[in-house]
């Protein structure tokens, strides 16, 4: 690619932030002037891209007509506040928050649904999904090439670096605590964290469902083009620094034939298949690029029934990686 864009990321010094100018470099993305940006307490802080530090400036500050295209990868606030301002300077808006109104800015996994961005007219708004929605798009979309798909459960085991590098630092803080015998004092959390699950990962509604839960139905049942698909989800918080775990299970319209739904995962794209064995995330999901999967198995009692076991790198695949292929695809039709 010979042109180049320039780039403004908005919460660069956070772990998707520092993962995403990572995979600049790795990928060969055509960055021209890269602009990292931040609220007032990163601001000063550096990143390295290209030899060179650079420093991350307050958003509040920032001119965006200075670029063409944005990266929202902080939390929602700041997508709320500055969105309007790169939308009004012109910018394409690529958004891992969901922050972004739904219908103006869709969701998209090139995995999945990729070839959507074609229809989208610039400047383009689009929203990277969950990590959970992303891993699982993933892997089932290859899917419904063979089944019809009913219903699909989710116990999804979140990292802490769900929650930024508060998280992280928070877990780290409560494990020194407790194995130095010492007082523990959640604070990030509502109650410890360390060598424990949590049976929710914020606050629910009068239903007792979260909004992280409620987001993943609508974006799985965007993503899959299924707007009749039965999603149940429950979001746990797992005392592990990075990589979801999720544990899934399918309901299909047509009995599964799983010689062929093992064939199929083992040559979809962007999922590696574990024969008769199962990932971690930890031990093989961290750093990758790839969904892993394992366990597969259909139901005791029910040919329409397929039980899965899921690892993703939340950050690097479910975030940074996702939102740069989307990125490297607008490249390719906008030129």
Known sequence: MSQTIDIAVVGASDEVGKTLVELFGERDFPVGNLFLLGDPESAGESLPFR???LRVRDVADFDFSQVSLVFFVAGEALTRSYAPRAEAA??????????????????????????????????????????VAIALSVVLAPLRQLVELQRVTVSACLAVSSRGREGVSELARQTTELLNLRPLEPRLFDRQIAFNLLAQVEACDAHGHGSLEKRLAGELKQLLDLPR???????????VFFGDSLSVSIIAEEPLDMAAVRQILGTAPGVELLEDDYPTATGDAVGQDVVYVGRVRGGLDDPHELNLWIASDNVRKGAALNVLQLAELLIKHYP
């Open 51 to 53: 030899g060179k530090n």
């Open 229 to 239: 698909l039965a999603v149940s989800s429950t979001f746990i918080q797992a005392p």
């Open 90 to 131: 012109g910018c394409s808006l690529l958004d891992v928050t969901g922050a972004l109104d739904a219908q103006r800015a869709p969701s998209a996994v090139p995995e999945a649904n990729g070839l959507a961005i074609e229809a989208l007219n610039l400047p383009v708004q689009l929203s990277s999904p969950s990590p």
